[in-house]
C-alpha cells in the first residue's frame, strides 16, 4: 500500500506540474511577444489552455481533500476519479484539434496570413527576407510592399514566407499537442493509480471488520 500510495502521488504532483505548465504557457502566449507563436496559437486557444490547466489544478486540491479522508469514505476519491475522465476527454479533444491544424498548415496559415497587418506582415517578410505568402503576386497573397519587399520588380524575384512560416510554426505546433498528449497519459496513470487505491482501501476496511469480528487480535 504504501508502495501505491508513492506512485499516486508522484502521479498528482504530475497533474499539479501540468496544470501549471498549461496555464503558464497560455500566460506566456497571450503576452503576444512572438508573431509567429500568435500565429499558430490563437486567443481561442488560449483560452483553451487557461481553462485545460484550470481544470488539471481544481482535480489536484479535490485530490488532496479526497485522499486525506478516512479510509472508509472513498466518494471524493470515486469524484476525483470523474474529474480525471473528463479532463481526459478535454485534453484528448484540444491536441487532437492542434495536430488536425499542424497537419494542414500550409492553407491555414493563408487564411491567418490575409488577417495580419501590414506592419505584421512587413515584419515577417523583413526578418525572413521574402515576400507574400506563397510568392510576391496578387494570387501568391504579396500585400505589404514594404521593407525588404519595398521594391515590387525585388520582390517579384523573392520567394514566399510560407516556408519560412511553416516550418517555425510546426515546431510550436507539435510541441503543444504532444505536450498535451502527455498530459493525457498522466492523467490516465494517475486514473488507474487512484482506482487501485480505492481497491485497496476498501479491503483495508474489509480486513479490519474481520479483524474486529476476530477480537482484534492481529489478523490485519
Not at 512560416?165 to 498528449?181: A, G, P
Request: with cysteine; hydrophobic share 50%; proline share 1%.
Amino acid at each position: 500500500m504504501n508502495k501505491l500510495k508513492l506512485v499516486w502521488w508522484l502521479l498528482n504532483l504530475c497533474l499539479l506540474a501540468a496544470g501549471v505548465v498549461a496555464i503558464g504557457y497560455a500566460a506566456v502566449v497571450s503576452k503576444g511577444e512572438d508573431l509567429l507563436i500568435s500565429m499558430a496559437v490563437t486567443k481561442h486557444d488560449e483560452k483553451i489552455g487557461t481553462f485545460t490547466g484550470a481544470c488539471l489544478l481544481a482535480s489536484f486540491l479535490l485530490s488532496i481533500v479526497a485522499i486525506t479522508r478516512p479510509v472508509y469514505r472513498n466518494k471524493l476519491l470515486i469524484a476525483f476519479n470523474w474529474t480525471l475522465v473528463v479532463n481526459m476527454c478535454v485534453a484528448t479533444a484540444v491536441g487532437t484539434s492542434i495536430w488536425f491544424v499542424s497537419l494542414r498548415q500550409r492553407n491555414h496559415f493563408a487564411k491567418v496570413w490575409v488577417k495580419q497587418s501590414p506592419n505584421e506582415q512587413a515584419h515577417l517578410q523583413n526578418k525572413f527576407s521574402c515576400c507574400g505568402y506563397y510568392n510576391a503576386t496578387t494570387e501568391g497573397l504579396f500585400m505589404t510592399a514594404l521593407g525588404f519587399c519595398a521594391d515590387t520588380e525585388f520582390a517579384e524575384a523573392q520567394r514566399g514566407c510560407i516556408d519560412e512560416i511553416t516550418t517555425r510554426t510546426d515546431y510550436t505546433l507539435e510541441n503543444v499537442f504532444t505536450s498535451i498528449y502527455g498530459f493525457v497519459g498522466i492523467v490516465g496513470a494517475l486514473f488507474l493509480a487512484t482506482v487501485c487505491v480505492i481497491n485497496e482501501r476498501k479491503l483495508e476496511v474489509r480486513f479490519a471488520k474481520i479483524d474486529a469480528k476476530r477480537g482484534g487480535s492481529g489478523f490485519v
